[in-house]
């Protein structure tokens, strides 16, 4: 039997990780896809308010925030293994709090429930760090998308699963409501089961074995001593803005699209094709973004995503609700645009910052985008109450402009 040589067997362990992470994305997203529309319906119906029905998308999106430093801790003291299936089952844990909520007409519980939900999203965002850990600089961002791609079934089938999610729930007596919530526990502790089981040996301490054995008991920096330590890395921090910006800008748009259309009556089929042509934009075609990042540059593909942004807030800005067709081009460009600045964003923080501030930098980079995804959809609500739509594509398109200015005086 031919052995294998050490770059071969790199290579090998390096497959093996990306499959098992994408597996456990798959998982991921079937569960959490279908929890965002189930999440409002049943805020809503508990507290009899449509108002607060955006509680549940906000509490979802607060935890992710909020999972992200723990997280990256956990990663440190006991690899990706460790951190992943900590955050799936903490969403394990949601879901059951939100079917005791939903059963019972609990908001407290509801809402913990779509709290702890999200940190199964943010396992789901640091997985894509942990297919760069043994990754060689020409293959960074192909492993990383290939684990942003497995993102594109979960949140394609995770809403069909709806109705027979809700049937099972009503075999057993419980709201149909609940039944994606079912799902989502089921699916977590699946995507649980595969990382315990799978990712082995862990990708970031075997990493760090082969650079400095000393290096996981190095401390973990805080948040603020974190950001500070990025701010002095130009490149870094550039990483940083450009996933912040490009979520933000993403959430923005994407969030008051349904609503821009629902002022002309528009069907909520038709609304909801036009948000899952978006979906697509945003994971279908990230192997090909990471094959042009690994090809061209970080630097060019995150170029790439300003021009594909700001070429989306022009279309959809400039759609009125009732041309479906044209909005769904806008919305998959946002998705597009969105990809690049992710996954060149995400490859070039990886590589700017040294070994020992990695997983912090990673951590904190989860946090801001978050943060801002939450504050852009706050903020795009007030613009559409006061101005339009078409206004709300025009300021999202500032930022992004402001991007693509810092590309070329990067050095």
Known sequence: ????????????????????????????????????????????????????????????????????????????????????????????????????????????????????????????????????????????????????????????????????????????????????????????????????TFLKPDPFLTAISDRDKDLVAHEHLGTLATIRAIRKRPRALFAISSIAIGHLVMVSVMVMTPVHMAHVDVTLTIIGLVISVHVAGMYALSPLVGYLSDRYGRIKTIQLGVMILLAATLVAGFSPGSDAPRLAIGLFLLGLGWSCTLIAGSTLLSESVEEDLRTSAQGASDLIMNLMGAAGGVMAGIVIAALSYGWLCLFSAIPVAFLGIWTFRLK
């Open 1 to 196: 039997m031919t052995s294998l040589s050490p770059i071969e067997e790199r290579e090998k362990l390096e497959t093996k990780i990306v499959r098992t992470l994408a597996s456990a994305q798959i998982l991921n997203g079937v569960g959490t896809a279908g929890t965002v529309a189930a999440g409002s319906l049943l805020v809503s119906s508990i507290s009899h308010s449509e108002t607060l029905a955006g509680l549940a998308q906000t509490t979802a999106v607060l935890g992710a925030a909020a999972m992200a430093i723990p997280l990256s801790r956990l990663t440190r003291k006991g690899g990706r293994r460790l951190a992943l299936s900590v955050g799936y089952l903490t969403g394990v844990v949601g879901a059951i709090a939100a079917i005791v909520g939903g059963t019972q007409h609990e908001l407290f519980f509801m809402l913990m429930g779509t709290f702890l939900v999200g940190a199964a999203s943010a396992a789901g965002y640091q997985a894509r760090f942990a297919a760069v850990d043994l990754a060689s600089e020409s293959t960074r961002s192909r492993k990383l998308s290939i684990v942003v791609w497995g993102s594109t079934v979960g949140a394609v089938a995770g809403p069909n699963l709806m109705e027979p999610a809700g049937k099972i729930a009503h075999y057993f007596g419980l709201p149909r409501l609940v039944g994606p919530y079912l799902l989502a526990g089921i699916s977590l502790l699946l995507a649980t089961g595969v990382i315990v």
